[in-house]
């Protein structure tokens, strides 16, 4: 089982907006990744239900691994 499948939804939901600040996007930057990855326009993370908020989880956690990994590179 994963690590988003194991935490509250609560504490998933206060994991991508951390992941998301870390990786230092904005909030627009923020709606408009989810608006590409769930193909569905938002105004708010707030209105993202639990699947979405794993699915951000998922692509968010990917992208700070990726990034781990370039720097570790240099």
Do not use: N
């Amino acid at each position: 089982m994963s690590q988003a499948e194991t935490g509250t939804p609560a504490a998933r939901r206060r994991k991508i907006f951390l992941l998301a600040d870390a990786l230092g996007l904005t909030r627009d930057e923020r709606i408009e990744l989810a608006e590409v990855i769930l193909r569905r326009d938002l105004v708010s993370w707030k209105q993202l239900d639990d699947a979405q908020v794993d699915r951000m989880l998922d692509v968010l956690e990917g992208a700070a691994m990726v990034i781990e990994l370039q720097r570790q590179r240099r």
